[in-house]
């Protein structure tokens, strides 16, 4: 059974530094990786999608990196700013066919201004 | 609108009553998703449909949780009976249908049995 496991729960960090958040996965067998944030009170924004032949994704100040052979994937924020506060999900696709998504359970960012 | 959209955005009922949640998914997405979100479990998989083939049902918790999807497009989750760990926000997400195709979201229903 795939789980997958978001490290730390919490993080809270000065505005402007680069961060990095960790997901972690136990079946290397996934056709892809999703990132998302999440507002309180709100639903979930895709943030990047990493096919399982890809390395890594980038948009603007995010990059998301994955070693599927290590189960492993990390979306580093560059320059955080406030507004990047929110928690951030990162999800896997098992394998192909398989279309449910399996969720980590967050990591809950704070960029203090 | 360009989104999925959701509705009622929030549900209080009494236990044993029962609810039905709409989801309006993006237009030309051919897969629907049905989650739900509670304290201390995360996300979790309910129900999946894809075109015209027969739903994959293998999340619902238990037959008191039944989905239909008509005219590939709108989808209506309903609870019968409900109970107090039923509540949690259920969220609806579409995506293309395409294998590995990215999923979006709606703002989800947040459901609260009294």
């Known amino acids: 059974k795939q789980e997958v496991t978001q490290i730390p729960a919490a993080l809270s960090v000065p505005e402007g530094e680069n961060l990095v958040l960790n997901c972690s996965f136990t079946?290397?067998?996934?056709?892809?990786l999703q990132w998302f944030r999440q507002d309180p009170g709100k639903g979930l924004t895709s943030l990047l999608l990493?096919?399982?032949?890809?390395r890594e994704q980038t948009s603007g100040r995010l990059n998301a990196s994955l070693d599927k052979s290590s189960g492993r994937s990390t979306l580093y924020i560059a320059a955080s700013q406030p507004g990047d506060s929110a928690t951030y999900l990162c999800a896997v696709r098992p394998f192909q066919g398989a279309q449910k998504l399996v969720f980590g359970q967050g990591t809950r960012l704070t960029i203090n201004p | 609108g360009a989104g999925v959209s959701q509705s009622p955005s929030n549900k209080v009922t009494e236990k044993g009553k029962d609810v039905e949640l709409r989801c309006d998914p993006i237009?030309?997405?051919?897969?629907l998703y049905w989650y739900r979100q509670s304290l201390g479990q995360g996300l979790e998989f309910l129900i999946y449909?894809?075109?015209?083939?027969?739903?994959?049902k293998s999340g619902l918790p238990s037959d008191r949780f039944s989905a239909e999807r008509t005219g590939g497009s709108v989808s209506t989750l309903t609870i019968q009976r409900t109970q107090q760990e039923d509540s949690a926000v259920y969220l609806c997400?579409?995506?293309?249908?395409?294998?590995?195709?990215?999923?979006?979201f709606g703002p989800g229903t947040r459901l609260t049995v009294t």
């Open positions: 449909f894809q075109g015209n083939s027969a739903p994959d």
């Open positions: 990493i096919q399982s032949s890809q």
């Open positions: 079946d290397s067998a996934i056709y892809n």
């Open positions: 237009s030309g997405h051919t897969a």
């Open positions: 997400a579409s995506s293309l249908g395409i294998q590995g195709g990215e999923q979006y």
